[in-house]
């Protein structure tokens, strides 16, 4: 080994962290399905906390003029119920099923970038924490999710509860960032061989585009946010009217951001109910380039539709009609793909059981989110319908009745490929119905009340306005949501400890990720995975049900000679114990420290702006710190190797 | 291994320009590659190998199937000439419109003669440029459409 | 204390990982990020272009723009886009000392262009243009100052890719004492432009000064290194620098264009016309 040119030395003061098991295992890890599961865990506890503060205001507005919480408590409760729900919890779930799948399905080993991945979890939880500090010092952000200036400015939203969620949203953009250019990469640059990009699963095409997303939009709050951010802290002139600024230019940004967002946020769930459908229904997916294509249309025209959110601040004739026919314009994309999925399910062997249930709920609730929202596509009708409950009722249709019921599905489905267990059917089933029900009785009336001219964010309403009675309702369905919660929460408790063992391949499933065992071991695939077909793992063990019902296609002429041995399931029958007799010469990347030292500074910098100065540059150092640890610090460390 | 190979030597064009451009593969104006892994020519300094005689042999140096120092040298130039003559063009009294198109074109120019060259676009694998693509037109429309939406385009 | 050494084998462990596309992870990356980072400056030029002639007060562009001290920044910032270049060329073919030298040469002019953005910063600042007192100066700040961030992870980036051309590789203790000298002279800079009003005035030229002779000691102790190593497995690592290098200077040239030369004429005059007309 003289030959070795050595490129770098540093002091490495902490041993490199070797245990598999324990708390530090889980802290230094870099395994893509470890980080999928906290992920996953760390959003489904701001999932609690965010659910819990709308339970808050639907008990405040359950009846009028109530004096449950102060008006400022209320501003309080619906700006961090909002940037919860989209910011940690419907994207880092999201995430959590990037983590975990996108490397199963594309048959890699883990994602290009394990400490990057690390890196991106531990910004996401810290930034996370950071803006639900604001709690602790009573100034939780006030000034909605969408921070419209010149309410944010300084000048008028005093404290530092519009700081919290300025700076907390700049740390969550990184995440968010550093988790797209990794999975971006990934999906690129580590497909098995033969998965061209029209042989991918639909739910890696959705990952693609919404990292493309993810990569284009957050640059743009970004800007927005280090502009209200040097307004407030350095007294610069971004929406400053007295100087000449623009209020209605941050909307411009913000909105920018804003739509794309809406379908990073929806996407994903596309993916989900795109797989599960043609699994319970034991059909191919229904025309699956034009789900891939009409994803890809979404995402395009998606950036073309901001000026939707702003109808009313008076573009000029011409720039509204042009935004409303592009807003119109993308429901046929999204029709397109709601046509696929009936497709798929028509004439299927259709099961009915938690994962597809959840799955048609999120076809059904996302039809009527999607036609409310071409209603406010019309500009006059959306100048009727701006800022009152017809609008929460349509944004809670597609990300709740959307996004959150495709996760749900996602969960129950692939549960069993995560841990090795079922979920309870029957559980699932009741968590099903009790959501279903809970969110249509939330949600359906609100249009009936936005109509009536409720508006939004209001803490209360007078008795004479006829509201009430409506919103007791709305309110006995945000508890049976709730109620539905927790029978998830009981369901994972009770199969935790006694569930049914699942098998590597329970659903008879068409992806890659069940041709491995369950719960999948540490290197995923003994072996990677020859890719020669769309749904591989289907058509390697049924060759002849694909080769009748694809004759025209041409790759499938390749398919025939398979053999016995080549179909069956091999990977799925190697135990873990047998491997690790035999060096197979899979090297996995180490653990690391560092990732989770940059990922603490950075919050930890970004928190110490609204604080004394010595505090940032103590921040600044622990982050330089880590970045150079991780810099210094090899994939693997050389002693692993000999 | 040399950088001038006999075969190759004997297809070379003649004329200075296409021998500039030349690619090696009977194609003109294609700019050479930079990848190509080859040993040390003997006696490089900081601005590449001394040519033999001023006179006939200085820019054989270029072509091949790679890059050299002088190519990029010449790039240089030619980006230098385009500053000074952004700096003369906005000295001179021009009519805005004129002034402002012709500016924003040489700063294009620019742009893309080191995007390509420089940063070996033009060379390298198809992703980058999609990848990179994606990310400068979206840029253009959107923020093309922010100026116009906020009338500001003619400004 | 563990020393953790990285060598050619395990540092470049992904080059030879197979890929689907065949390039490499980090490459990939870069490519996307600089996608990226074009909606990120896209979005501060259009706000500088969306307030342009908006502010209320002056000093306006016409009394504050040097445009010939800028074009020769601009120079300054160009060739060290070929000095880049020339460093990649180098690497590639394996001559680790001139490699060492371009690189440097390229950290150098990188330096060069973010003391005449001091100059400029200080100039403005001298003359009443602050990032408070009018539109002007808040979108000529904020987007002239992240690019000159960006301008400045370069410089420390290629210092440190100049390290691992040096015979025994890149030592932390060296990339340590390279950035403190390197911040020094930051914060020499920031006093000198009254962000740090504790070491405004002469103590901020001081320690400018100090910082760029520690910087520039340091480098020229690196440049007199010298080794017969090969340094061709680095290549993708600076083809990456290069590459954000680059874009650094494409931004540049945008901004060079539409905040200097198209807007340089911009004054009270067009201010009050737009206002009223």
Known sequence: MAQEAVISTFPNPFPRPKSDTGIWSWITTVDHKRIGTMYGISAFMFFLVGGTEALIMRLQLARADSDLVSPEVYNQLFTMHGTTMIFLVVMPLSAAFFNW???????????????LNAFSYWTFLAGGLLINLSFAFNSAPNAG???YANLTEGAYALGNNTTFWVIGLQVLGIASLAAAFNFLVT??????????FMKMPVFIWMALIVQILLVLAFPVITV???????????????????????????????????????????????????????????????????????????AFMGFFVWSHHMFTTGLGPAATSAFALSTMAIAVPTGIKIFNWIGTIWGGQIKLNSAMLFSIGFVALFIVGGLSGVSHASPPTDAQQQDTYYIVAHFHYVLFGGSLFGLFSGVYYWWPKFTGKFLSEKLGKIHFWLMFVGMNLTFFPMHWLGLDGMPRRIFTYGGDSGWERTNEWITVGAFIIALSILVFMINYVKTWRAGTVAGADPWDARTLEWSIPSPVPVYNFVKIPQVDALDDWWVKKYPETVLHQ???????????????????????RVSPEELLGEDHGIHLPDKSYYPLIAALGLAFFGGSLMSAWWLTLIAGLIMLYGVMGWIFEPVNDPEDHH | MTTEQPESEQQRPGNFLKRLFWHGDHRYLLIPTTYAQEANPE???????????????????TGGDHASVFFYVVVGVILSIMTLAEYWIFTTDLEQVWLNSSLFALSAIKFFMVVAFFMHLKFDNKWFTYLFASGFILAMAIFMSILALTDKLNG | MAQAAITAEHHGSDHHEETTTGLGHRKLLMWSFLGSECMFFGSLIATYLVYRNQSKVGPWPDEIIDVPLTTISTFVLLMSSLAMVLALNYTQRNRPNLARFWILMTAALGSGFLGFQAFEFTEFFHEGLTPRINLF??????????????????????????????PK?????????????????????????????????????????????ATLGIGVWHFSLKTEMAVDHQAENLEITGLYWHFVDIVWIVIFTVVYLVSANDGEALAEGLLHG
């Open chain 1, 101 to 115: 799948l996108v490397p199963l399905m594309i048959g890699a080993r883990d994602v290009a970038f394990p400490r």
């Open chain 1, 145 to 147: 999710w969408f921070g």
């Open chain 1, 187 to 196: 999906i690129i640059n580590l497909r098995a061989p033969g998965m061209s």
């Open chain 1, 224 to 298: 927005a946010l280090i502009e209200l951010q040097f307004d407030r802290l350095y007294l610069t002139n971004f929406f400053n009217p007295d100087a000449g600024g623009e209020p209605v230019y941050w909307q411009h940004m913000f909105w920018l951001f804003g739509h794309p967002e809406v379908y990073i946020l929806i996407l994903p769930a596309m993916g989900i109910v795109s797989e599960v459908l043609p699994v319970f229904s034991r059909k191919p997916l229904f025309g699956y380039p034009f789900v891939v294509f009409a994803g890809a249309a979404i």
């Open chain 1, 550 to 572: 694809e004759s025209h296609d041409t790759d499938s002429g390749q398919l025939a000679p398979a053999g016995a041995e080549d179909v069956l399931p091999m990977q799925a």
């Open chain 2, 43 to 61: 006696g490089e300094g900081p601005f590449g190998k001394a040519p033999k005689t001023w006179k006939t042999k200085w820019w054989d140096w």
């Open chain 3, 137 to 166: 100066g808040t979108t000529f700040f904020v987007l002239t100052g992240f690019h000159g961030a960006h301008v400045t992870v370069g410089v420390l980036w290629l210092l440190m890719m100049s390290g691992t051309t040096t």
């Open chain 3, 169 to 213: 590789g890149l030592h932390g203790i060296t990339l340590l004492g390279l950035l403190l000298a390197f911040y020094t002279g930051l914060a020499g800079v920031l006093g000198m432009i009254d962000v740090i009003p504790q070491i405004e005035g002469t103590p901020g030229v001081i320690i400018f000064i100090v910082g760029v002779i």
